[in-house]
Antibody, heavy 121, light 110 residues
Framework: QVQLRESGPEVVKPSETLSLTCTVSGASLSSSDYYWGWIRQPPGKPMEWIGS???????YYNPSLRSRFRISVDTSSQRFSLKLASVTAADTAVYYC?????????????WGQGTLVTVSS | QSALTQPPSASESPGQSVTISCTGT?????????VSWYQHQPGKAPKLMIY???KRPSGVPDRFSGSKSGNTASLTVSGLQAEDEGDYFC??????????FGTGTKVTVL
């Protein structure tokens, strides 16, 4: 069974960089069959796609978001990460990692439980 | 890109059916056949219930079904059971590895 687990700080100060890691089990980050993505949900708002990364390191980001996000992957440790620079209160959200299956017929099929990150001084 | 529009809530008695709509645009729901539905219960990871408009993953009861017409997709839960309570949201592929999500619907079994 594929499992994803987010980890990182619960509180980040304004203007600092948020760093989150997603640890994957039950599937290989080295497979060309998947992309690995990040999604967030601010309080009271819908889910928002941040971006994804493939096994080779190719990245795709939501064009509607400012380019403060960086996604990276470490296939040897079965982890991929999200960095968000210069955070503000608007970045307070539950952050989820997820797997996108396929490229010709894409589906987001597995998610982590999410981790709440609060931006506060 | 804007979120897909869903009704905030839906409720029905056990054994009845409930249908949730998900309305987007020709750039997402109307333009692609990659619409999914997820069940999201408190403290749990979202669970894929329907993918590619009307396909069910292994293990999902056939009480769950999906459809699409134009820019609107729908999820129907037939024979509603207490365990079906929770939040449901849709997602649609929007091209170039980009996704858009629904506003979410809280389903209550009366």
């Amino acid at each position: 069974q594929v499992q994803l687990r987010e980890s990182g700080p619960e509180v980040v100060k304004p203007s600092e960089t948020l760093s989150l890691t997603c640890t994957v089990s039950g599937a290989s980050l080295s497979s060309s069959d998947y992309y690995w993505g990040w999604i967030r949900q601010p309080p009271g708002k819908p889910m928002e796609w941040i971006g994804s990364i493939g096994y080779s390191g190719s990245t795709y980001y939501n064009p509607s978001l400012r380019s403060r996000f960086r996604i990276s992957v470490d296939t040897s440790s079965q982890r991929f990460s999200l960095k968000l620079a210069s955070v503000t209160a608007a970045d307070t959200a539950v952050y989820y990692c997820a797997r996108q299956r396929g490229t010709a017929f894409p589906t987001i099929d597995f998610w982590g439980q999410g981790t709440l990150v609060t931006v506060s001084s | 890109q804007s979120a897909l529009t869903q009704p905030p809530s839906a409720s029905e008695s056990p054994g009845q059916s409930v249908t949730i709509s998900c309305t987007g645009t020709s750039s997402d729901v109307g333009g692609w056949n990659f619409v999914s539905w997820y069940q999201h219960q408190p403290g749990k990871a979202p669970k894929l219930m329907i993918y590619e408009i009307d396909k069910r993953p292994s293990g999902v009861p056939d009480r769950f079904s999906g459809s699409k017409s134009g820019n609107t997709a729908s999820l129907t839960v037939s024979g509603l059971q207490a365990e079906d309570e929770g939040d449901y949201f849709c997602s649609s592929y929007a091209g170039r590895n980009n996704w858009v999500f629904g506003t979410g619907t809280k389903v209550t079994v009366l």
